[in-house]
């Protein structure tokens, strides 16, 4: 069922004409109803929305495009546990395009350009998600193996393509591996069609002054060129969850199985050094025994569950 919030939010898109916030809002409580285990509803909102389309004056991303994927946003920003720093400069970069309206009256620009950075399963997805949810924002995600090519000048004109759709649809874009064409162009290995498109990039990235959000997204920012810092409106660097961090994680992914008493030091030790995503995963585990082993919470399982994921982990290392 529809919480108040967008049955609110729904209210206001119609009756300021929104139509793209209203189609966000209506594909999100159409995910939530697929989770809640309605996909029957969740089918049929769906068909309402694709077979009404949009009005002429709402510019749609095609899904035969392929260089994006459309996907529905809807974490909320509770959700996304990290370190207090990093709360406070995603809260600025939603207060900013709030009222990106006055900013501009006084000659300023919003933070619409943003670099996340961190190790893998650290929460860089989910950002791009949080604030296009928080925002009522639609979260396309560019398709890099779909952008880059290996036919000279053809990845600059996909990418020219990329940001025309930015600019002509209001929403939140992530780049994600975005090392894939932001590479150091000092690099020895770096070839001149890649440095042409990462010109490009640049270029287009400078030139932007849509009401969209960028997002870059990396797994390590020692290979990115450094021109590409400066032109970011704010550097996020995202690292593994510290204590606090992993008790909240396990708080908010274990819902109504969670017991603050299972949470013992050894749990707290077995789930240092793992990423948010792999300890996200042992809590899924734990919930998955309990419903279908008939078994209750407690540190041993937990404990269990963060074993097979640190062995996964190492493994994959190896």
Known sequence: MASGDQIKSLLNA????????????????????????HAALAREIKEIIDKNGSSNNIVQIKSDNHLVEFV????????????????????????????????????????????????????????????????????????MDKLITKFMGETSAKLRQIFDLIADNRAVFLFDEFDAIGADR???????????????????????DSDSIILAATNNHKMLDQALFRRFDDVLHYSIPDEKQIKKLFEIKLGEF???????????????????????????????????????????????????????????EA
């Open 186 to 208: 000092s690099l020895d290995n770096e070839v001149g069609e890649m440095r042409r498109v990462l010109n490009s990039f640049l270029q287009f990235l400078e030139r932007d």
């Open 72 to 143: 529905v946003p809807d974490n909320k920003s509770q959700e996304l546990v990290v370190s207090e720093e990093i709360r406070i400069r995603i809260e600025r970069i939603l207060s900013e395009y709030r009222q990106r309206e006055r900013l501009r009256s006084f000659g300023m620009k919003n933070r619409s350009k943003v670099l996340v950075e961190g190790a893998p399963g650290t929460g860089k997805t989910l950002t791009a998600s949080v604030i296009a949810c928080e925002l009522n924002l639609p979260l396309y995600i560019v398709q």
């Open 14 to 37: 119609y009756y300021n004409r929104d139509e793209n916030r209203f189609k966000t809002v209506a594909l999100q409580i159409a995910a939530s109803e697929a989770r809640a285990g």
């Open 258 to 316: 969670y017991k603050a008493k299972s949470i013992t030091k050894k749990v707290i030790e077995l789930a240092s050094g793992l990423s948010h995503a792999e300890i996200s995963k042992a809590c899924e585990d734990c919930i998955k025994d309990i419903i279908l082993e008939n078994k209750t919470l407690s540190s041993e399982l937990i404990a269990k569950s963060l074993v097979e994921r640190t062995g996964a982990y190492a493994s994959k």
